[in-house]
Structures are given as structure tokens and as C-alpha cells.
């Protein structure tokens, strides 16, 4: 039975990145992503402008930025490994205010989604 303590919100934003997958610059292209966060809080209402403003924070680093140009991306800027990385930074942020991430999603078109749920990450 669904209690109070369940409840989840969808939190759902866009970022435009840049990135090629053989690292030449002479390749990169662009993709708007969009990312849903499914998030869970004992709080009666979620604080929107508190989630909202954190994944802004969260993407804003890679907004209109060539990947390929991160640390983290110079071997793999595949979209699914930019979800990985960028899921455990939202997932911390969140919790740092008290929510539980328990799905992110990412994808360049509804057909094509990579999925991360909290049994994934533990």
C-alpha cells in the first residue's frame, strides 16, 4: 500500500551538450538531452525552486560545452556515461537537501532512454 513516506515527483529539464565519440573535434555535434529525476521526500510538498535550482546548478558546468573537453569525458563522451556522471552528481546535491533519487533517466529522443535506478548505483 502507497503511504505518505512513497510518494515520488518526476523532475524534468534539458541541457545541450557537444561531444564526439572519437575525441575529434572536427566530429563533435550537438544533442539537447533530456534528463527526468525521480524523487523521493517524506516532506509534504517538494520544494520545486530547491530541486529545480539544483539540477540547473548541477548541468549548468555543461551547458553549450564540448564534452571531450572534461577530465571526465576526454575517453568516453557517450551520452550514457555523461548520465552516469551526472546522475551521482544530482543524486548528491539532492540528498545533501533531504530527497532520495530512486530513477534517472537520460536521452537524446523518447525512443532512446538510459535508465539508472537506485538498485543500479548501491
Known sequence: MLTLQEKSYKLRTFVAILHSFDGNEENKHVHTIEINCTVKTTEEIIDYRMT?????DCLSKYENQYLNDFDEFSEDATIEHFGEVICYEIDEALSDNG??????EIGETPLRVYVITDELRD
Open 52 to 56: 529545480e535550482g539544483t539540477l540547473a
Open 99 to 104: 530527497y532520495r533519487m530512486t530513477r534517472f
